[in-house]
T-cell receptor, first 113, second 114 residues
């Protein structure tokens, strides 16, 4: 069984440019999460989806960040425009929807220069 | 909201020794406590978890203990090996409510010296 797949693995962009990350969760997992992990820190939740509905986006900086999960499967996280402080690893995770069994992807390491 | 404190931030042991990492949490509603291992360039990988109705769980060389009264839980690794070297994160979540958010500690960098 394939795990949570994320792409790209690495991205370097100049500030003020847009960037998008893609996530394919484990088949059958209704709940999908985007986390941000700053260097030397634990991951912090940005947004949680139940199927295609964003049910917790309280930590998402909505002025520049957006996310979508079309058809309740794949998800895209976008930043526009990117700032230097957005440099981090963006992790996608999925779970069966019960609160247990989180599985993380390998993440996208974003560097904003 | 939930707050998870993790100690120590770095831990260095000799191969074959035991390693212990401790976490405390603040929200008494939290009832699920997973531990993750993160190797360089990879996402966190679940290594063991414990639910609030259990005081201890063991899986080969890894064990986790939970004290709900004191709101703390610990990871124990015995007979450490160099491949155990990684960053370990504890986390807490209230999986009984509608919020499935994992709150992580800041991580412990474990180094196992051959």
């Amino acid at each position: 069984e394939a795990g949570v797949v994320q792409s790209p693995r690495y991205k370097i962009i100049e500030k003020k440019q847009p960037v998008a990350f893609w996530c394919n969760p484990i088949s059958g997992h209704n709940t999908l999460y985007w986390y941000r992990q700053n260097l030397g820190q634990g991951p912090e939740l940005l947004i949680r989806y139940e199927n295609e509905e964003a049910v917790d986006d309280s930590q998402l900086p909505k002025d520049r960040f957006s996310a979508e999960r079309l058809k309740g499967v794949d998800s895209t996280l976008k930043i526009q425009p990117a700032e230097l402080g957005d440099s981090a690893v963006y992790l996608c995770a999925s779970s069966p929807g019960t609160g247990y069994g989180y599985t993380f992807g390998s993440g996208t390491r974003l560097t904003v220069v | 909201g939930e707050n998870v404190e993790q100690h120590p931030s770095t831990l260095s042991v000799q191969e074959g020794d035991s390693a212990v990492i401790k976490c405390t949490y603040s929200d008494s509603a939290s009832n699920y406590f997973p531990w993750y291992k993160q190797e360089l360039g990879k996402g966190p990988q679940l290594i063991i978890d414990i639910r609030s109705n259990v005081g201890e769980k063991k899986d080969q060389r890894i064990a986790v203990t939970l004290n709900k009264t004191a709101k703390h839980f610990s990871l124990h690794i015995t007979e450490t090996q160099p491949e155990d070297s990684a960053v370990y994160f504890c986390a807490a979540v209230d999986s009984g409510g509608s919020n499935y958010k994992l709150t992580f500690g800041k991580g412990t960098l474990l180094t196992v010296n051959p």
